[in-house]
């Protein structure tokens, strides 16, 4: 079955550590995305990868780093400069960025809930 | 003003009923449309998408109208399993990149 997905599903950090969170495709789609979700708040652009080895920020990138060192991976990582970093993330990915449809729909993982201990 | 504008509701509705939502966009250059349907702490999961004036599937409708700036999703025969929540999601296309905008949702909630 071709899909997306996220691991862990929950995931618990201590004041001060980094962590990843892993995102797999195998829609072999060129772009990948990072999103955060809170209550009550629609989805905010983290980052977001057109081709390999290539990323761009989004609207809240700080506190934020990636890599996209092959097609398929796309690993997000919280580090200790996120202030907030308790939230939903999930992972998408379309087939381009280059141009609308259909490159621009987007297929969503099943999300890493965070929570900050 | 937000780019994506959604009454968050909720909208409570009986079996059997017709809903339809709306939904207001800031950027008149935007390309193209989605509406997701999002289930309780799970992701979103594309519904529909919308690339001319219009898209019907089943039971659901949904309407662009570029000089209002608006788009609007119609449930027809609402059924339990409808209920979650509609997210109104527009792709501005800004910079020669796909970077949608989601809205903050609609709740739905069927009763019978």
């Known amino acids: 079955d071709g899909g997306i997905t996220q691991s862990p599903k929950y995931l618990f950090r201590k004041e001060g550590q980094n962590v990843t969170l892993s995102c797999e495709q195998n829609?072999?789609?060129?772009?990948m995305y990072w999103y955060r979700q809170d209550p009550g708040q629609g989805l905010r652009l983290i980052y977001y990868?057109?081709?390999?080895?290539?990323?761009q920020k989004g609207d809240i990138a700080e506190g934020y780093s990636v890599s996209r060192e092959k097609k398929e991976s796309f690993p997000l990582t919280v580090t200790s400069a996120q202030k907030n970093p308790t939230a939903f993330y999930l992972c998408?990915?379309?087939?381009?960025?280059?141009?609308?449809?259909?490159?621009?729909?987007?297929?969503f993982g099943p999300g890493t809930r965070l929570t900050v201990l | 003003r937000k780019e994506v504008e959604q009454d968050p509701g909720p909208f409570n509705v009986p079996e059997g009923a017709t809903v339809a939502f709306n939904c207001t966009y800031s950027?008149?250059?935007?390309?193209?449309f989605f509406w997701y349907r999002q289930d309780c702490r799970k992701e979103p999961k594309l519904l529909m998408s919308?690339?001319?004036s219009g898209n019907e599937d089943g039971r659901f409708t949904a309407q662009l109208n570029r000089a209002s700036q608006y788009i609007s999703l119609l449930i027809r025969d609402s059924k339990l399993s409808d209920s979650a929540t509609y997210l109104c999601?527009?792709?501005?296309?800004?910079?020669?990149?796909?970077?949608?905008?989601f809205g903050a949702g609609t709740r739905l909630a069927v009763h019978p």
């Open positions: 990868s057109q081709i390999v080895n290539d990323f």
């Open positions: 919308v690339y001319s």
């Open positions: 950027n008149s250059a935007s390309q193209s």
């Open positions: 999601v527009v792709n501005p296309f800004s910079g020669g990149y796909n970077k949608l905008i």
């Open positions: 829609l072999n789609h060129d772009a």
């Open positions: 998408a990915s379309s087939i381009g960025a280059s141009g609308p449809h259909p490159g621009d729909t987007q297929y």
